[in-house]
């Protein structure tokens, strides 16, 4: 039997219609609506039906577009331009530094930014399928800007060939997140000039001979 005819017989199957292209406005609006409630009640009070009931849209309509709540509630927040960490390139590895720190910092001071993200914490650890599509989907591209910064760092010369660019990283977030998640403080204006510093102080360029 050649491809396309059926078993009893030589009529052939019509090949498939391609389906109507999605509809962008349709997935601004889910991805809005999600990214309200995941604010308003954190990643355990979201549902596909409340999404959809907030959206106006059916729930099949939610799941052609993502197969799970992890992987919309990831969407979401992958979505917001306001979330974003911007590729900066000022010229200097420092006021790079500080451009993305400010950013952060202008996040992590949100109560709302912040109420995600001490929600998504306690949710991680007890959701394998959310924290693999939320490092896959979220934080490594965010990750990527970053090491692009770096590495443009590196070619200035600013930074040696061989920095660790995700223990940078890491020294970047991880002060924002203890002082603003886990205390619950606001963070100062100079913390983006400090944290900058303390990596300007443990990754030194190499020494011109």
Same mark, same amino acid.
């Given at each position: ?76 927040? @992958?979505?917001?331009? +306001?979330?974003?960490?911007?590729? /900066? #390139?000022? !010229?200097? =590895?420092?006021? %790079? ?46 990750? @990527?800007?970053?090491? +692009?910064?770096?590495?443009?760092? /590196? #070619?200035? !010369?600013? =930074?040696?060939? %061989? ?47």
């Amino acid at each position: 039997m050649t491809t396309g005819e059926q078993a009893g017989g030589d009529e052939r199957i019509p090949a498939r219609r391609p389906g109507r292209p999605r509809d962008a406005h349709r997935d601004e609006v889910i991805l809005s609506a999600a990214l309200e409630i995941l604010t308003a009640d954190g990643y355990s009070g979201l549902t596909i039906e409340g999404v959809a009931a907030r959206a106006g849209v059916g729930r099949p309509t939610i799941y052609r577009r993502w197969a799970s709540k992890p992987a919309l509630v990831v969407a979401a927040l @992958a979505d917001s331009v +306001r979330i974003a960490v911007p590729d /900066v #390139d000022t !010229g200097t =590895l420092r006021r %790079d530094l500080v451009a993305m720190q400010r950013h952060q910092i202008m996040l992590m001071n949100s109560p709302d930014s912040r109420r995600i993200t001490a929600g998504l914490v306690a949710d991680l650890a007890t959701d394998p399928e959310l924290g693999h599509t939320y490092v896959r989907e979220y934080l490594a591209p965010r990750r @990527a800007v970053v090491f +692009r910064v770096l590495q443009r760092a /590196v #070619d200035r !010369g600013e =930074l040696a060939p %061989d920095a660790d660019f995700a223990f940078v990283h890491d020294l970047l977030a991880g002060p924002l997140f203890m002082r603003a998640v886990v205390w619950g403080e606001t963070l100062a204006d100079d913390a983006a000039e400090k944290t900058a510093d303390v990596i300007l102080a443990a990754f030194p360029p190499v020494p011109h001979s």
